[in-house]
């Protein structure tokens, strides 16, 4: 029999980023006995580091701005992949949500007349991007935060879930972790359960994500028997710190292209001008004159090819630095030093000043940063109901960059802490929603719970085994290596056989010291998900032979009309687990409406 | 660069330890969070640490690096004198295990907090001026590494006055909410009484080691003292108070009001 301690609760949240803590501030809020688990200390999740704003069509800044607008831009950002019906709930709630973070004791930047300030993004068309400098992530998880302490809502930190728990009807009730502390383990039973556990990137080399990162909801959710839809559709934000190496992959904001900073290439050149799709010809500067002068008044040229969607961006550089055209540590030059003032930059983008000076000894103010694609975002997760959250297996509700659906195949800069926001606050109502109607206490499977507990523990127990660190790198080299920015078919076989060899020996992994916070025990519970994840990337770049959005196959370098209709879903109908099968198969995306859909016709 | 760096790091856990020395080739460019990650894979797998962004943005990683707070992952490597490196816990929160200590305190202070409460949101929004701010915004940038609550003498060598102390961190919190142009509650009396904002003998240790370089003591501490002697003291005040009738809420009804 496994020894653990258990708690009992109305909504657990599992994740405490921006969209988990919207969604317990929503369920306490109705008065629901709410808990909040977190990997990490509370405040510290990978929103913190969230740094150009947050999207919403306030009309701030540019009054002709409005949802119909911000819908548009995300849906073409997404090219036409995503979830019609959430793209839009995003875009019309989006203001309100804002605004109800200043009611709680967020200092956004302001505009002369007092109203929060909005900056420009890759991808929108209007000025729409609510932002504190280059910390917009920080303040928006710390008011958060505040507000749920306020709530006097229970936060379980430095608590990992392992697994979710059905009972005998396989509804959702609860989950089972450990905390890392003492390595003691814990179970708890819901009504409700919401995953907001955020990204993936952890799976690859270089990223923007920190060690949280594993995919933990995305694996925790198909084990249970839910759809994943659209895996394969990974962003690479387009500017990653290149050197030092031990640094590279951290961000460096979209920010210092909406603010005016520009790409050049080896030879100097401005090269995203040689890089507009058709699909964005019509609004997209064709010369620098005339891109500089949009800065100033968005009505006197067109857009600079820099702010393009990410996608776009991340390919074009890539595609400089194959040609030999890249800067020295093999990045392109992101140059704002010889564009704005020293003291505009600094007060703009302080975080990016130190960051750049502390860790690279350069003056961003004075020389230009060298740049490449990182790891960055998960837009596929799960499949989830628009309005409430739900996902495909009843008691489960799933926000943030667990789910899928909202961004399609790419998604804007800022369109993140919004879908947080957003999406949060609906499936903490969803959750709630559900856990008022359900009747009778929540059973959680015993034998589920002995089962995760023994696996948790067995790297204890081995001999000899294989060291937790060193998978992880091989897990992170093949992904790299195999499923990064570029594919093709040969490659994404490969990783397949690699997977499955990765997947074998995590089966036999050995730790060694005690429970109490021991890093290669803890590392060696994220493998799992980790594994699953990269799978499921992998399967869904594998079958899904087009190019579209954050997915580019070499073989097929174009979008295929037909894929653009389909979600690839993935889901595991005889028993969860990273060895388990995956069944992957294509769906019809939820067709729009007329009257949304003729927002994409000429004249908008 | 020298060829070979040389830590020594602190492991142990509350019944006691001892610096252990590990020896690894130098990379350029590293910080000391990439050299405790390096000896996690090759050396310690469970040395345990606490990190997260790995840019000096969650302040998780907090240590005291040649007896010194500071943030692992922005502290470079190249950028420290030659000779052994020393990573320590911070000293002032309870061990855990290894370079992890128990923060819980500053998340119960937390909770003492008083929360912000603005008037009801006006029709399209609140309005305020960005001078009006920018100080709070300042204590905002705050990363709650710990590290000045960590320095803190009140705190770092008096475990008694724990209870009844909120340190430097919460300082510029109650700073934040009294100068926010918004705020209705009035928090000076809990600071006089519970939170010992009277204990702060202005050393500005705290503001030394803040990674966001927040002036802490100066624009938070020093303007915070003044205003709770001005409601706790000054007769002048008071009686122009009693006079205009200048109500605002009382610290009681403020911790009420909101939760």
């Known amino acids: 029999m496994a020894e653990y301690e258990t708690h009992d609760y109305d909504v657990i949240v599992i994740g405490a980023g921006g969209a988990g803590l919207r969604a317990a501030i929503e369920a306490k809020s109705r008065g629901l006995r709410t808990a909040l688990i977190c990997k990490s200390l509370l405040g510290k999740a990978h929103t913190v580091m969230a740094e150009g704003g947050i999207a919403a069509a306030m009309g701030n800044v540019y009054p002709e701005d409005n949802w119909q607008v911000h819908f548009r831009d995300t849906m073409r950002g997404g090219k036409m992949l995503n979830n019609w019906r959430m793209a839009q709930l995003h875009a019309q709630e989006a203001p309100e949500r804002v605004q109800e973070l200043e009611a709680w004791g967020a200092l956004f930047d302001r505009t002369a007349d007092g109203r929060i300030l909005q900056r420009d993004f890759g991808g929108h068309r209007y000025a729409r991007l609510a932002h504190v400098g280059d910390r917009t ?24 879930i392992l697994r979710l728990l059905s009972d005998a009807d396989g509804v959702i009730s609860g989950a089972v972790g450990y905390w890392r502390a003492t390595g003691d383990m814990v179970v708890f039973s819901a009504k409700a359960v919401v995953l907001a556990t955020g990204g993936v990137g952890k799976s690859w080399k270089y990223t923007s994500n920190s060690w949280e990162c594993t995919g933990d909801g995305h694996a925790m959710a198909l084990w249970a028997g839910a759809d994943l839809i659209d895996m ?7 500017t990653g710190m290149v050197w030092p190496l031990s640094v590279r992959g951290i961000l460096v904001t979209e920010g210092v292209r909406g603010d005016g900073g520009v790409l050049r290439n080896a030879e100097g050149r401005r090269f995203m001008f040689d890089y507009v799709a058709d699909m964005f010809r019509e609004e997209t500067a064709d010369s620098e004159e005339e891109a500089d002068r949009w800065y100033a008044d968005h009505s006197a040229g067109r857009r600079p090819p820099e702010l393009l969607p990410r996608d776009e961006v991340a390919r074009a550089i890539n595609t400089e630095v194959k040609a030999g055209r890249g800067s020295p540590h093999g990045g392109v030059f992101l140059d704002i030093a010889s564009r704005r003032s020293p003291e505009y930059i600094r007060r703009r983008l302080p ?124 897990l992170q080299d093949t992904m790299q290596d195999l499923v990064g920015i570029i594919r093709t078919g ?72 037909e894929f653009g209709k389909v979600n690839l879903v993935q889901r595991q109908p005889s028993g969860g687990g990273m060895a388990e099968e995956i069944k992957i198969g294509p769906e019809p995306i939820p067709e729009m409406p007329p009257e949304l859909a003729a927002l994409f016709e000429e004249g908008h | 660069m020298a060829a070979e760096v040389v830590m020594r790091v602190w492991r142990g856990d509350s019944s006691g330890g001892a610096f252990a020395e590990y020896r690894l080739p130098a990379q350029e460019g590293e910080v000391v969070l990439d050299v405790v990650h390096r000896i996690q894979a090759t050396q310690a797998g469970d040395l345990a640490c606490r990190w997260n962004c790995k840019a000096g943005k969650c302040g998780s990683c907090s240590a005291e690096i040649n007896g010194t707070p500071r943030l692992m992952c922005m502290t470079r490597m190249d950028q420290l004198p030659e000779g052994p490196v020393t990573v320590a816990p ?65 705190i770092r060598d008096h475990e008694e006055n724990k209870a009844h ?79 205009l009738r200048r109500r605002k809420a009382s610290p009681n009804e403020a911790a009420a009001h909101g939760r």
């Open chain 1, 137 to 160: 992530g920080l303040e928006m998880i710390r008011t958060l935060q505040q507000r749920a302490v306020a709530l006097d809502v229970d936060v379980f930190m430095e608590c990992k």
């Open chain 1, 490 to 561: 040969d490659e994404l076989d490969q990783a397949l056989e690699r997977l499955d060899e990765l997947v074998f020996l995590a089966g036999k992994v050995k730790v060694t010291g005690g429970r109490a916070y021991n890093p290669a025990w803890n590392l060696a519970t994220d493998l799992p998900a980790m594994l699953t994840v990269s799978r499921c990337v992998t399967l869904g770049a594998r079958d899904r032979r087009e190019s579209r959005g954050g997915h580019t196959r070499e073989d097929y370098p174009n979008a295929d009309p």
């Open chain 2, 165 to 243: 102390y909120a340190g430097p961190r919460f300082f510029i919190r109650f700073a934040e909410l009294e100068m926010h142009p918004l705020d209705t509650n009035d928090r000076r009396e809990l600071l006089r009484q519970r939170e010992g904002l009277g204990l702060c003998n202005i050393t500005k240790c705290c503001t030394e080691v803040c990674p966001e370089h927040i002036k802490i003591t100066d624009n938070a501490i020093i303007p915070l003292k003044e205003r709770v002697v001005d409601a706790a003291y000054d007769p002048v005040a008071w009686l122009g108070r009693t006079i």
């Open chain 1, 232 to 238: 394969e559709c990974v962003q690479f934000h387009p």
């Open chain 1, 351 to 474: 975080s990016m000043y130190h960051q750049f000076m502390e860790l690279a000894g350069v003056d961003i103010t004075a020389e230009p940063m060298e740049v490449g694609p990182t790891c960055h975002y998960m837009m596929g997760g799960v499949r989830v109901d628009a309005e409430t959250g739900a996902a495909t297996v009843p008691g489960l509700f799933v926000c943030g960059e667990a789910a899928g659906g909202m961004h399609g195949s790419n998604r804007l800069g800022g369109n993140s802490l919004s879908d947080l926001l957003v999406f949060g606050y609906r499936a903490g109502m969803g959750a709630s929603d559900y856990a008022e109607g359900r009747t009778g206490t929540p059973a959680p499977n015993q034998a589920e719970i002995e089962h995760t507990v023994a696996e948790a523990l067995a790297p204890f127990e081995r001999d000899d085994g294989e060291n937790p660190y060193e998978l992880h790198h091989r």
């Open chain 2, 90 to 154: 911070m000293r002032t929160f309870p061990i855990i295990r290894d370079l992890v200590t128990d923060v819980s305190f500053n998340f119960e202070v937390a909770k003492q907090v008083p929360p912000f409460a603005p008037p009801p949101r006006p029709e399209g929004g609140y309005r305020m001026a960005q001078v009006d701010i920018e100080r709070g915004q300042e204590f905002r940038k705050c990363i709650e590494c710990f590290m000045c609550q960590d320095v803190c003498h009140v």
